[in-house]
């Protein structure tokens, strides 16, 4: 079975900081890992996904997350956040092998960006 | 760019009705998804789709829901007998043939059961 963590529901960070969002995952084999965003009134949109090759994922918009496997962690950063930024965001882990296509998410972080 | 498109965006029904929300995957893609998110909860699977038939399917997809690939471009989601707790955000999803995982999201249908 696999789970996703997101430590931090909310998250509020100036105009211009680093953006550090928190994500831990449980599986019992090696997964796939991927951030999405949420704008408001609008669905999910893929920032970055890990797929067992490089461990530093680059994404859409800045963002990039490394994948520690000792860590079981997959965090998401952008190193000055923009205004625009401010959105839910969600990590979410599907199996590296067989069939099933299916994606566990986290329970989301609202990230506010301040003027 | 090709994207995922939902109908309706907001339904409002009564309990007991039966809903059909639509949705429009990406042309070329093969596998089919329903997730949906309860306010303020997390996302969650309900069932995939391939190749005509059920391929997976949570413990949330009972008897009362029914997916349907009617022609060859939308994708359904019937609830026969809406109850209050399927108020949600409901979103399609689809993806292509070689398996990265990534799913493109439609922009997902608001169902509230009144």
Known sequence: AQSVTQLGSHVSVSEGALVLLRCNYSSSVPPYLFWYVQYPNQGLQLLLKYTSAATLVKGINGFEAE????????????????????????????????????????????????? | ?????????????????????????????????????????????????????????????DDQFSVERPDGSNFTLKIRSTKLEDSAMYFCASSGTGYTGELFFGEGSRLTVL
Request: glycine content about 4%; some cysteine.
């Open chain 2, 1 to 61: 760019e090709p994207e995922v498109t939902q109908t309706p965006s907001h339904q409002v029904t009564q309990m007991g009705q039966e809903v059909i929300l639509r949705c429009v995957p990406i042309s070329n893609h093969l596998y089919f998804y329903w997730y949906r998110q309860i306010l303020g909860q997390k996302v969650e699977f309900l069932v995939s789709f391939y190749n005509n038939e059920i391929s997976e399917k949570s413990e949330i997809f």
């Open chain 1, 67 to 115: 994948f520690k496997k000792s860590e079981t962690s997959f965090h998401l950063t952008k190193p000055s956040a923009h205004m625009s930024d401010a959105a839910e965001y969600f990590c979410a882990v599907s199996p590296f092998s067989g069939s099933a296509r299916q994606l566990t998410f986290g329970s989301g972080t609202q990230l506010t960006v301040l003027p």
